[in-house]
């Protein structure tokens, strides 16, 4: 079932610093006082700024999360974020799988898993990014890609892809600049969403994102399809105002 409330999920990948991120997060706030958005916020910021996320946004609209999760609970793993780090700051929400992390740092989808898994087990959600490189679209080959990397994902989680978010994300629109048409990105969700039922009847209640590319100009298009759940938004959320009006695109009511 495709969800009631939209969810629009920051990425802010390494962007930012202490002037930039309050300055941003107070215009969202001040914003918010004569505005109730419709939808579900949640900034998934650099890890040094999760301090102060938390303490510029406890008590208001605007939930936080973080950008990558280790599967090891503590240790010698120098430079990754443990779990009970992330719950430190109360992190609620960690992006997993993302493809530059996938492409950078060569992550496979089981280790993506684990990590989802390492999540779910501390009420972190996971979102889960998928999506086809521009090799794979161009050959045709997007669908049989995404029912793999799908497939794997509710035979290793099971109903427990109703904890998660998936987010698809095709990655010849990461930061080019090009979106997937809004139709194009409806059948691909309503193709996710049956192939998980199809794995496994108890995965009815999943939340799918849509990333690339999103901003002020293409959001509400985008976000008014109806398997589309929200979005996941990379350079447009760096900007408070674009940020707004992508917010307002989920908003039956603008
Ligand atoms: P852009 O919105 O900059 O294309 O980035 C999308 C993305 O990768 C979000 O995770």
Known sequence: MPKQIKLIVANWKMNGNLLHNEQLLNNLKKSFINYQPACK???CVPTP????VQSLCTNTK??????????HPK????????VSMLQDFNVSYVIVGHSERRRYHHESTIEVIQKAQTALKSQITPI????????????NHTQAVLQKQI???AKQLGREVNRSIIAYEPIWAIGTGKTA????VQNIHT????QLKNINSEIDDVCILYGGSINASNAKQLLSQKDIDGGLIGSASLDSQQFLEIIKATDPLI
Do not use: N
């Not at 700024?49 to 102060?52: D, F, I, S, W």
């Not at 240790?75 to 443990?82: K, P, V």
């Not at 193709?191 to 049956?194: A, K, N, P």
């Open 41 to 43: 916020i949640v900034v």
């Open 49 to 52: 700024y999760l301090a102060q």
């Open 62 to 71: 605007i939930h936080w999360g973080a950008q990558d999760i280790s599967i």
């Open 75 to 82: 240790g010698a793993f120098t430079g990754e974020i443990s």
């Open 128 to 139: 889960i990014c998928i999506g086809e490189t521009l090799k794979e679209y161009q050959a």
């Open 151 to 153: 497939t794997t994902i």
């Open 181 to 184: 048409t809004p139709k194009y």
């Open 191 to 194: 193709m996710l969403r049956t």
